[in-house]
């Protein structure tokens, strides 16, 4: 139970990379921060089991974005590591950043939150006043404020299928460590993200054949293009619609027909995503709808949070880190994050202004990709007291060099992983501080 003030108190519900520098970032403003952390270690996704049951990484990780992106701003990953980094070195990356700021004896490992409650002002104290509500966690202790870090790579999200009678070996990329348990066999590797796009290449190397499912490759463009990159092992092939009891294979065509295969396969692998899930809040908290725990956050969390990140009917005390999909460099992005939240907190920005940036300023809930930068450009507004201000269209908004060259970086590298799928992972990039270029800040690529 935390002590004194207890608006000063905030529960911090994961010990990854975002609960990480929200923890330091609140002590550093003056705030009692407990972090909850689940798991016995630190690190949060980057935690690598070899138990399919624990955690989501695969045994040959590399990340897919250089570390001169992903690093938190005063904190650099060690110069000697490449640029695409071993997971290995993400968590000792973490663990380093939480000995250097001396965040350890603020963690509870192994204490999951298996209930998180809002509990209204007037049931603290009967004075006839009504103070700020508080949030009780595990039922036995009380804070101001809660953020949630908890990532969202813990529930596998499944493709709805008109039929599914397959047999056989299916198991979610979440499970899959190595390629070995798939040697001399016909794989259905489903997805073409980011997982889908690293599996391919491990499984063609001892698999017998790898059909590729994904929906751009209904295009028999697309799916040509995919062919001429990839090894003649693989095949790709259209939007997955439904397996047979014998591994036949269902998919959506070219005129959007279904199309059954006449090969089979022996084993299914669904790198199709993960569900948002937040099992420490009841149903009847009214906090999301029934569709927030679905593979998109469109519309769900359009209507619960202002700009990604506070909740609409508890906009000072309740915080979501992390959540913008595919946004280049998220343990900065939620360093900023974090530093708007600090923001609200301490009063400098009101409710209403938060919800006026949201109106005006409609970030994307899906894919935001290059739209994170201006994001964190709106965010440091925040604090920064310039918030209304701000551009109604984002894209007109100047970014900072250090934020544009974030930017530069994280474009050349999806350029790359376009062009050379295999081999993007080679180059390595040198951030260059230099007073003869505009903002004193460039880059290279040092290693192709």
């Known amino acids: 139970m935390c002590n004194g003030d207890d608006s000063k108190s905030v529960a911090v519900l994961g010990a990854g990379g975002g609960g990480l520098v929200a923890a330091r970032l609140l002590r550093d403003a003056g705030f009692r921060v407990k972090v909850f952390e689940a798991s016995d270690q630190i690190g949060g996704v980057w935690v690598y089991s070899d138990s399919p049951t624990r955690g989501a990484l695969y045994k040959s990780l590399h990340t897919n974005l250089p570390k001169e992106v992903m690093a938190y701003s005063d904190f650099p990953f060690d110069a000697a590591l490449p640029s695409f980094m071993k997971h290995e070195d993400v968590l000792n990356y973490l663990q380093a950043y939480a000995r250097h700021f001396n965040l350890y004896h603020m963690i509870a490992l192994s204490t999951p939150v298996r209930s998180a409650e809002y509990v209204p002002g007037t049931d603290w104290q009967g004075d006839g006043g009504r103070p700020p509500g508080r949030w009780l966690v595990n039922g036995e202790e009380v804070f101001g404020a809660l953020v949630v870090a908890n990532g969202h790579y813990n529930v596998p999200h499944y493709p709805p299928l008109l039929k599914n009678d397959f047999t056989g070996v299916a198991i979610h990329s979440k499970e899959y460590r190595s390629p070995s348990p798939f040697a001399n066999k016909r794989v259905l590797l489903v997805g073409e993200g980011r997982s889908g796009k690293d599996l391919v290449w491990e499984l063609h190397s001892l698999a017998r054949k790898v059909v590729w499912s994904g929906t751009s490759f209904s295009d028999p463009d697309a799916a040509a293009s995919a062919r001429g990159k990839l090894p003649s092992s693989v095949w790709p092939v259209g939007r997955l619609e439904g397996l047979d009891k014998g591994g036949r294979y269902i998919v959506k065509g070219a005129a959007g027909e279904l199309v059954t295969s006449q090969d089979t396969v022996d084993a299914v692998i669904y790198a199709t995503g993960y569900k948002f899930d937040f099992p420490f809040f009841s149903e009847s908290s009214g906090l999301f709808p029934s569709e927030c725990t679905m593979r998109s956050p469109e519309g769900a969390f359009r209507e619960s949070l202002h700009l990604h990140l506070f909740h609409r009917k508890h906009p000072s005390s309740l915080f979501f880190l992390g959540l913008p999909e ?123």
């Open 326 to 448: 595919f946004g280049p460099g998220i343990f900065k992005v939620m360093e900023h994050q974090t530093k708007a939240i600090i923001a609200v907190m301490k009063g400098h920005v009101s409710t209403e202004d938060l919800a006026s940036l949201d109106i005006r300023c409609s970030f994307p809930y899906g894919h935001m990709r290059d739209d994170i930068f201006p994001y964190c450009v709106m965010l440091d507004s925040l604090p920064a007291g310039t918030h209304r201000s701000f551009p109604d269209d984002h894209w007109q908004v100047k970014l900072p060099r250090d934020i544009e060259v974030r930017m530069e970086v994280a474009r050349d590298t999806r350029e790359a992983r376009a062009s050379m799928p295999q081999r993007y992972r080679d180059r390595n990039y040198r951030i260059i501080e230099s007073d003869g270029v505009e903002g004193g800040i460039t880059w290279e690529v040092v290693v192709e």
